[in-house]
């Protein structure tokens, strides 16, 4: 499965729009980026999938390149509730059900009032 | 619908002494899976069930560790004799089987804390 590097840690304030960039410059062509979230004492929550361009739903966007090496989240207008750490993993889409996740070191975001 | 449920939250045990981890996964789903995170580490598969089968237990450390899933339900990960290496907390999540069903079927409990002292 393809390595993924992101910044260890993020400081940001409440309101503003935090952007998580993510590496992984060996992804394969049937891998799709997946970010996660995990708040302190619980498991980690899917927060958003995508294999190229872009994609957006209620919690944030995810920005994928044409040569798919990078992706960014993008957090819009953050909270102190956002404070969490973000990981980001590239395996098997939609189609592969079953399939175990890879994960990284993740980024922790810090959001302060 | 209930999440994934896993049980007790924080366990402290002894070097030697035995634990046993329970999981009980979203009703309906055919996948299992366990992971652990220990100290400073990085979060690792461990094994993975679809119904009462092991599809792959490629990530379990040693056979001092034994997940069983009997009748395709819960769960339950046995540690023992437990070492103070196994100290971390250990996640269980499942997952549709169905095809077409996005990783996004993956739902997480809130983990196990355990701590071998």
């Known amino acids: 499965l393809a390595k993924t590097t992101q910044p260890i840690s993020m400081d940001s304030y409440e309101g503003q729009e935090v952007n998580i960039t993510c590496s992984h410059n060996?992804?394969?062509?049937?891998?799709?980026i997946t970010w996660y979230q995990q708040f302190p004492s619980q498991g980690p929550r899917f927060i958003i999938q995508?294999?190229?361009t872009k994609v957006t739903n209620e919690v944030a966007s995810l920005f994928i390149p044409a040569d798919r090496k990078s992706s960014t989240l993008s957090l819009p207008r953050v909270s102190l509730s956002d404070t969490a750490v973000y990981y980001c993993?590239?395996?098997?889409?939609?189609?592969?059900?079953?399939?175990?996740?890879?994960f990284g070191g993740g980024t922790r975001v810090l959001v302060k009032p | 619908e209930a999440g994934v449920t896993q049980f007790p939250s924080h366990s402290v045990i002894e070097k030697g002494q035995t634990v046993t981890l329970r999981c009980d996964p979203i009703?309906?789903?055919?996948?299992l899976y366990w992971y652990r995170r220990v100290m400073g580490k990085e979060i690792k598969f461990l094994l993975h069930?679809?119904?009462?089968?092991?599809?792959?237990e490629s990530g379990m450390p040693n056979n001092r560790f034994l997940a069983e899933r009997t009748g395709g339900t819960y769960s339950t990960l046995k540690v023992q004799p437990a070492e103070l290496e196994d100290s971390g907390v250990y996640f269980c999540?499942?997952?549709?089987?169905?095809?077409?069903?996005?990783?996004?079927?993956?739902?997480f409990g809130s983990g196990t804390r355990l701590t071998v002292v």
């Open positions: 060996n992804i394969a062509t049937n891998d799709y």
């Open positions: 995508g294999y190229k």
């Open positions: 999540a499942s997952s549709h089987t169905t095809p077409g069903t996005a990783n996004y079927g993956y739902t």
């Open positions: 993993l590239v395996g098997p889409g939609p189609k592969a059900a079953g399939n175990k996740l890879t």
């Open positions: 009703s309906g789903h055919d996948n």
């Open positions: 069930f679809v119904k009462e089968s092991k599809q792959d």
